[in-house]
Structure formats: structure tokens, C-alpha cells
């Protein structure tokens, strides 16, 4: 499965973040970042996060209001993670 969950445009039509919920509830859910610039394309996965779909898109949520880059995404991931105190 994967679901776009936010999409945030920079300030030129060339450059676009995509943050998408991917997984399934065996398997674990992960965040999925892509960085489109310029027509190329970065991506980054962080995989089995949780097996709860909610905080999956709550993460993917809260990664696309600070407009997190694919870069370093475990460790994002596991700061923001923490601070919820719920693993």
C-alpha cells in the first residue's frame, strides 16, 4: 500500500516534496519522502515504523509541516517518534 498523504511546492513549479504512507498492517507502515527538483527525483523510505497506520500518517503529517527533506530520514523519524512516548 502507499498513500499520498501531503504534498508541499516550493516556491518555483520545479521543485515539490511528497510525503506517503507505505506498508500494510503484517509488515509494518513507513514513511516514504520523495524530493521532486527539477524533474529528478530523491527518495527516501524509512520501513516498519510502526504497525499502526494512524501514527504513520500522523508522522507523515507532522514531517510535511516542517517540510523535512529525504535525507537522514531514520533519524528524523526517530526524534519526532520519541517525543511521543508512545512505543
Known amino acids: 500500500m502507499k498513500q499520498r498523504i501531503a504534498e508541499t511546492k516550493g516556491l518555483t513549479e520545479r521543485f515539490c516534496l511528497q510525503y506517503d504512507v ?5 509488515n ?38 516542517e517540510a523535512v527533506f529525504p535525507v537522514h530520514l531514520e533519524d528524523i523519524v526517530r526524534d519526532v517518534m520519541s517525543d511521543w512516548k508512545v512505543f
Open 22 to 26: 507505505v506498508g500494510d498492517e503484517e
Open 28 to 65: 509494518g507502515y513507513g514513511i516514504e519522502i520523495t524530493l521532486i527538483e527539477d524533474g529528478n527525483k530523491t527518495t527516501e523510505r524509512c520501513s516498519g515504523i510502526t504497525n499502526c497506520y494512524f501514527y504513520a500518517k500522523k508522522l507523515a503529517k507532522e514531517l510535511a509541516s
